[in-house]
Structures are given as C-alpha cells and as structure tokens.
C-alpha cells in the first residue's frame, strides 16, 4: 500500500522560508517521478514543481528561482525548499506520483503580507 504523507507547512511571513518534506512507503522513489502540487482557496491544484527520476526538474513560472524540489533517496523523501515566499504562495501543497492516484493529504502553507 503506497502511502505519502506531508509535512513542514506552517504560518511564515512574506519574505520567509520553509522546507516541505514528503515522506513515502510502499514505493521507492527514486524509480519515479514525484511532484508539488499546490491548491490555493477557491483556484483549481496546479504543478509547482517535478523531479523526475534522472534528477532532471522542472518549476512552475511562478516559483522558478525560488522554489527547490530535491529528493532523498536513501530517506525515500522528497522535499520542497521555498525561499522568498510571497502571500500568493498561501496554500494547500501536496506530493504526489505522477499519473497515478498517489496523493498525500497536504499541509497547508500560509503567508502573512
């Protein structure tokens, strides 16, 4: 049973950093692709970031240069380092395995202008 479980979200003031880390089991995730998904209230979830299995990522325009997806796989865990936040990184982030339906339950980011 494939499980992803979030963490690292909090409350931060704009300008702030924080590290998101999402840990997995049953599935070892250097063999795939992993992705951050975000879902802001009342916008629809969009692809923050994406790290795929050569180590080659890609970011979302929004995030680029600021935003950090790596992956630890002797942790089996990936992360996302989010430096220079801004109030419209406040959100729901999410892991998840691309193209297929392993998501974890989020945690929530929340940055104070």
């Known amino acids: 049973q494939v499980q992803l479980a979030e963490s690292g979200g909090g409350l931060v003031q704009a300008g702030g950093s924080l590290r998101l880390s999402c840990a997995a089991s049953g599935i070892i995730l250097y063999t795939r692709s992993m992705a951050w998904y975000r879902q802001a209230p009342g916008k629809q979830r969009e692809l923050v970031a994406r790290?795929?299995?050569?180590?080659?990522?890609n970011y979302a325009d929004s995030v680029k240069g600021r935003f950090t997806i790596s992956r630890d796989n002797g942790a089996n865990m990936v992360y996302l380092q989010m430096s220079s936040l801004k109030a419209e990184d406040t959100a729901v982030y999410y892991c998840?395995?691309?193209?297929?339906?392993?998501w974890g339950q989020g945690t929530r980011v929340t940055v104070s202008s």
């Open positions: 790290i795929f299995s050569s180590g080659l990522t």
């Open positions: 998840t395995v691309p193209m297929t339906d392993y």
